[in-house]
RNA sequence: UGGGCCGUCGCCAAGCGGUAAGGCACCAGGUUUUGAUCCUGGCAUUCGGAGGUUCGAUCCCUCCCGGCCCAGCCA
């Protein structure tokens, strides 16, 4: 991986090295701990890169952890996906976790610290408990059951365990505070009764362990040193240091918390990521559009331009959106230094060069990439027929446009200069033919004479050009942030997929290998899809288009 | 006066009392057989606002303004 070494610094990181230099400790321990309640996405990688990131620089470990202690939306499927998009990212977990693996410990955690008076077994119902919270401005009021005695408490906790009594008719809550100006408080739930199958401990367990309860523990057991999370949990902190206090776990993580990533265009909740995929708004959790790990894998991004990109974001506590020119640019980056040069024509309009012999083909060379040459070179077939972009054609083109018109003449890539001479059209006026002559003495794109042309545009030989389909991608929404729209599937953008068919490629591309990645010279970057045997490729980004940008502003 | 957190260039982001890094975007040039890449230059007398402490404040204090999060037996 040639990825610059200057890594950003962060408060994350300045409280590490703090760390290290008091002695607090004298290694890093940090963990990345999904829900596999569904499919990774970029706000993922960002939290990804961050606790893999300092585990590699600060030669720590980072595990793996499966929060998995709700098994009403959990499955194995979620899971594996998740340890694909993991490695595919680039890294690797010291250690496999998963939260159920500590059911027992926590079970007996939980028995400790009802023994010490700090939790018991409330019977109220669900509702009672919620009326019974108290409001943001005003306080709970405690359980009846709040005094329960001890040993009683311990029994009915035995007999949820045992599976004596049905789901929902008592739980487990800590004894903290129901007057707490924080509500996460306010005597929490920490167990609760719940006949759901475990895709990993199956049936064993009717109840199970909330997530307060559960992730500072397994944060302890596992000996994170840190244990880095998003902002919403900063309230939950201070219940995250009770549970450890009140458990007497030897080691105590310190939870740091950081603004999740948002971009702008384009939505990361799970619960609206679910949504796209179940109602058929996309195709799939890896539909190219999709700002799922395994959606902009197939659309073409690499794992090395995910990495800059979260580099590049920073870590803070500050709400933020980022553009999405700045994923756009740690794509171009990577791919602009990687990607084989190849000759593609989106949407073809075919050429006539009069004066080219009939029969004729001459195999050109054309390099694979002009600022590698050790990439090699390959040889690209002309005749007298070819495409052409339609788009690098204009009839009436304005004085800036360096394109073909009539009278013009541009080189064609690694062929020759041509002059457009005639343009033939249909019975409705649309252009479907040019005429063209070239210079005999141009082979190759250079002319002996030294005359220069403003343009050079890309071709593909008509016999030789084979045919793809292409997808081009644009961003998903039409609004800057679609998830605080009213109905965000509104904001859906109608163009974010433009299927194209009979594009004409040259005769390299026939064998495009899935993971490879291309630049179509002049119109961006493009992979062909993993999904479909037939040839299609998707663009995983425009190349910078400054003509785009004077047109426009010509318009 | 419910609690917690945040506010440095259009978007991110360094900065941790000594006089505003960097990236993206944008603008202007140069090179170029991709209007790509690459290169050069420009882009915050100012750090949400007002006071205060100090020789000196983006960094400390006070107040004010603005934004985000929290009332699942979800995570």
Sequence with gaps: MDEKENVQTNFIRNIIDADLASGKHTSVYTRFPPEPNGYLHI??????????????????????????????????????????????????????????????????????????GKAYVDSQSAEDIRNTRGTLKQPGQESPFRNRDIQESLGMFQRMKEGEFTDGEHVLRAKIDMASPNINMRDPVLYRIKRTHHHRTGDDWVIYPMYDFTHCLSDAIEGITHSICTLEFEDHRPLYDWVLDEAGTPCHPQQIEFARLQLKYTVTSKRKLHQLVHDNHVDSWDDPRMPTISGMRRRGFTSASIRDFCDRIGVTKKDSFIEMAVLENSAREDLNEHALRVMAVLKPLKVTIENYPDDQVEMLEAQNHPQHPEMG???????????????????????????????????????????????????????????????????????????????????????????????????????????????????????????????????????????????????????????????????????????????????
């Design 43 to 116: 706000g993922h990688a960002k939290s990804i890169c961050l606790n893999f990131g300092i585990a590699r620089d600060y030669n720590g470990k980072c595990n793996l952890r499966f929060d998995d202690t709700n098994p009403d939306k959990e499955e194995e499927e979620y899971m594996h996906a998740i340890m694909e998009d993991v490695r595919w990212l680039g890294f690797e977990w010291t250690e496999e976790k998963h939260a159920s693996d500590y059911f027992d410990q926590l079970y007996m955690f939980a028995v400790k610290l009802i023994l010490d």
């Design 377 to 555: 070179t390959r040889e690209v077939p002309f005749a007298k027929t070819i495409f052409i972009e339609r788009e690098d054609f204009m009839e009436d083109a304005p004085k800036k446009f360096f394109r073909l018109t009539v009278g013009r003449e541009v080189r064609l890539r690694y062929a020759y200069y041509v002059t457009c001479t005639d343009v033939i059209k249909d019975d409705s006026g649309e252009v479907i033919e040019l005429i063209c002559s070239y210079d005999p003495e141009t082979r190759g794109g250079d002319s002996p004479d030294g005359r220069k042309v403003k343009g050079t545009i890309h071709w593909v030989s008509v016999q030789h050009a084979i045919d793809a389909k292409i997808n081009l991608y644009d961003r998903l929404f039409t609004h800057p942030d679609p998830g605080s729209a009213e109905n965000f599937i509104e904001h859906m953008n109608p163009d974010s997929l433009i299927k194209l068919e009979q594009c004409k490629l040259e005769p390299s591309l026939a064998e495009a290998d899935p993971g490879k990645h291309y630049q179509f010279e002049r119109t961006g970057y493009f992979v062909r899809d993993s999904h479909e045997e037939a040839l299609v490729f998707n663009r995983t980004v425009t190349l910078r288009d400054t003509w785009a940008k004077i047109d426009k502003q010509n318009a």
